[in-house]
């Protein structure tokens, strides 16, 4: 099974990932100038400077449509860890434990999700009591 994340968070790590693809397609350019090739090392550093700035102008863009995603957010409080987390649409994953939430309960998981979700509950308790806790 993959392990998926919340709506919010997903978007956030394509925005991260595209700033790392920016900067690396920028820093392949300056290879370039940096390895003196001449006029070509010249264009081609121009050439991977303008696509990475607009991978970068593009993972802005998909930050700023996060944080506007995520102050709309319907804020839930997880039945299984208890933390409070957001959730955007019908269905969506808790922030912290990926646990399936739904507001709609035609999305509501049926009688064997639900053995495998207990299942999964009993693990996780299990693992919180072993977790060290701040007095």
Known sequence: MRFRSSKVNEFRLWGLALTMGGMLLMIIGLAGIVFDWGK????????FMILGMITMMVSMGIYFWAGMLSTSATVIDCPECGRRTKMLGKTD?????????TVDPQFEPTAESETAAAVQASEHELHRELEHKPH
């Open 40 to 47: 070509a090392g010249r264009i081609i550093a121009v050439v």
């Open 93 to 101: 994953r808790c922030m912290f434990c990926k646990t399936i939430l």
